[in-house]
T-cell receptor, first 112, second 111 residues
């Protein structure tokens, strides 16, 4: 069966520090991968999606970047965090026969 | 751009009651529609996916319907239980496989 992992689960970082969040998927190949951010009391905002290795599409201009160095690995990064980067970051994938989107457990980021 | 709205934003019902959650979308040219559940501090769990050629899907006490022409989907929960308390989100899925989420309905089932 397929599983999706995210780490770390929680992260507290000072303003101006770098960021690297990792997402990996097991049990499938060539998935579409997504990064979302969920701010407190708000809906999910799509940040990036990828249909293959090295292929990244960005939905909104921002302080973040994404990379897909391997088929089942998706990384969210920042060189310098802002206070507004705080939130709950969710990774997801699609590509199974049932066309369903599956989510990871999320990373809660607090920038101080 | 696709916009998805969920009404009501919050709902509180006594245990055992049947209830309906609403989801509306502005662009009827969707590929699929998916309903999720989110518990506090957790990721999203898929409940039901309705393909564009279908009108409804059922899983246990859950039934989701889709009317593309009117831009609406409903999630029906029968005989609600306290364990159903969570935030329910719908997502309209474009032909390009992009997911557009509503802001969710926070459901509380009172024992």
């Amino acid at each position: 069966s397929q599983t999706i992992h995210q780490w770390p689960a929680t992260l507290v970082q000072p303003v101006g520090s770098p960021l690297s969040l990792e997402c990996t998927v097991e049990g499938t190949s060539n998935p579409n991968l997504y990064w979302y951010r969920q701010a407190a009391g708000r809906g999910l905002q799509l940040l990036f999606y990828s249909v293959g290795i090295g292929q990244i599409s960005s939905e909104v201009p921002q302080n973040l970047s994404a990379s897909r160095p391997q088929d089942r690995q998706f990384i969210l990064s920042s060189k310098k965090l802002l206070l507004s980067d705080s939130g709950f970051y969710l990774c997801a994938w699609t590509g199974g026969r049932d066309e369903t989107q599956y989510f990871g457990p999320g990373t809660r980021l607090l920038v101080l | 751009k696709q916009e998805v709205t969920q009404i009501p934003a919050a709902l509180s019902v006594p245990e055992g009651e049947n209830l309906v959650l609403n989801c509306s979308f502005t662009d009827s040219a969707i590929y699929n529609l998916q309903w999720f559940r989110q518990d506090p501090g957790k990721g999203l769990t898929s409940l039901l996916l309705i393909q564009s050629s279908q009108r409804e899907q059922t899983s246990g006490r859950l039934n989701a319907s889709l009317d593309k022409s009117s831009g609406r989907s409903t999630l029906y929960i029968a005989a609600s239980q306290p364990g159903d308390s969570a935030t329910y989100l719908c997502a309209a899925i474009s032909p390009g496989n992009q997911f557009y989420f509503g802001t969710g309905t926070s459901l509380t089932v009172i024992p």
